[in-house]
């Protein structure tokens, strides 16, 4: 499967769906590629949050997304990849958010991805034909004014205030936007009036793509699954078992039954023995 151009994306809508996940690192965007996937998120994020455990942080630094970028982009040659850019790095001003866009897209990124980005700056990078990807609905970064985390347009006033958002993300440039936790029939809507691709995070099937989290989809961690999150395996659970088995062999002894041992011939070991005597 070659990787699919903006293009190609624009034409799917309509006639089938994108599939989109997450992948942070190379065997994972390895997995994605062969899936499959059409296209997947990746986020320095990730190295502050899945390896060094600290998620009380919400913004990263342009070294941690490239770094990432590099293992995605050689793990998966053919998936079109939309790098995450955080508030910290993109909402500065227009020069330092097209600086790390670009320092993205030269490092192997297909597209951007801002997350509660001002329309000033999408309208800034679009003129620079920077593919962007927005965000509407529920908006985490937004989630104090919004009175926490919840679906978003669930009264005919805040279902229209969601298609104006996402419209306006349209005419500032987008290729495409998230649309999360938003009620899927309102989803459907907004989908069908929009010419950009719509992609659903816990928005219903009736967008023109379904985006889910890969840490999720595999059941990799133990903190706190969205409602909207489907689990398809349960890995963090599996690593935990086989853990638990290798401790069980080494404390039992049975470990040496396991184990492919190397041999050395009896006469060499006499020898061997003979040498360490000698001191």
């Given at each position: 499967?070659?990787?699919?151009?903006?293009?190609?994306?624009?034409?799917?809508?309509?006639?089938?769906?994108?599939?989109?996940?997450?992948?942070?690192?190379?065997?994972?965007?390895?997995?994605?590629?062969?899936?499959?996937?059409?296209?997947?998120?990746?986020?320095?994020?990730?190295?502050?949050?899945?390896?060094?455990?600290?998620?009380?942080?919400?913004?990263?630094?342009?070294?941690?997304?490239?770094?990432?970028?590099?293992?995605?982009?050689?793990?998966?040659?053919?998936?079109?990849?939309?790098?995450?850019?955080?508030?910290?790095?993109?909402?500065?001003?227009?020069?330092?958010?097209?600086?790390?866009?670009?320092?993205?897209?030269?490092?192997?990124?297909?597209?951007?991805?801002?997350?509660?980005?001002?329309?000033?700056?999408?309208?800034?990078?679009?003129?620079?034909?920077?593919?962007?990807?927005?965000?509407?609905?529920?908006?985490?970064?937004?989630?104090?004014?919004?009175?926490?985390?919840?679906?978003?347009?669930?009264?005919?006033?805040?279902?229209?205030?969601?298609?104006?958002?996402?419209?306006?993300?349209?005419?500032?440039?987008?290729?495409a936007i998230e649309l999360e936790c938003v009620p899927y029939k309102v989803a459907e809507e907004?989908?069908?009036?929009?010419?950009?691709?719509?992609?659903?995070?816990?928005?219903?099937?009736?967008?023109?793509?379904?985006?889910?989290?890969?840490?999720?989809?595999?059941?990799?961690?133990?903190?706190?699954?969205?409602?909207?999150?489907?689990?398809?395996?349960?890995?963090?659970?599996?690593?935990?078992?086989?853990?638990?088995?290798?401790?069980?062999?080494?404390?039992?002894?049975?470990?040496?039954?396991?184990?492919?041992?190397?041999?050395?011939?009896?006469?060499?070991?006499?020898?061997?023995?003979?040498?360490?005597?000698?001191?």
């Amino acid at each position: 499967m070659s990787k699919l151009t903006i293009k190609e994306l624009f034409d799917l809508k309509g006639k089938r769906q994108i599939t989109c996940t997450t992948a942070h690192d190379y065997y994972t965007a390895c997995a994605c590629e062969k899936a499959g996937i059409d296209m997947f998120v990746t986020s320095g994020e990730f190295i502050r949050q899945y390896i060094v455990g600290d998620f009380t942080k919400t913004t990263e630094n342009m070294s941690d997304l490239l770094t990432v970028l590099e293992g995605v982009r050689k793990g998966a040659p053919d998936c079109f990849i939309y790098a995450s850019i955080t508030h910290g790095l993109g909402n500065i001003s227009d020069e330092e958010a097209i600086k790390a866009c670009m320092a993205a897209l030269n490092n192997g990124a297909d597209a951007i991805y801002y997350s509660g980005m001002s329309l000033d700056r999408i309208r800034a990078c679009a003129d620079q034909k920077i593919p962007i990807v927005g965000h509407a609905g529920m908006i985490p970064w937004f989630a104090s004014w919004l009175g926490g985390f919840h679906a978003v347009g669930k009264t005919a006033d805040a279902a229209y205030q969601v298609y104006q958002d996402a419209l306006a993300m349209q005419k500032a440039g987008c290729i495409a936007i998230e649309l999360e936790c938003v009620p899927y029939k309102v989803a459907e809507e907004i989908s069908k009036r929009l010419d950009i691709i719509v992609i659903s995070m816990g928005s219903g099937h009736k967008c023109d793509g379904e985006y889910l989290f890969s840490q999720d989809l595999l059941g990799l961690h133990n903190n706190h699954y969205p409602r909207h999150s489907l689990r398809y395996k349960n890995l963090f659970e599996l690593t935990c078992e086989g853990i638990q088995e290798f401790a069980d062999d080494v404390n039992s002894g049975s470990i040496a039954q396991k184990q492919k041992l190397i041999n050395i011939p009896e006469e060499e070991l006499d020898k061997f023995k003979e040498l360490l005597n000698r001191q």
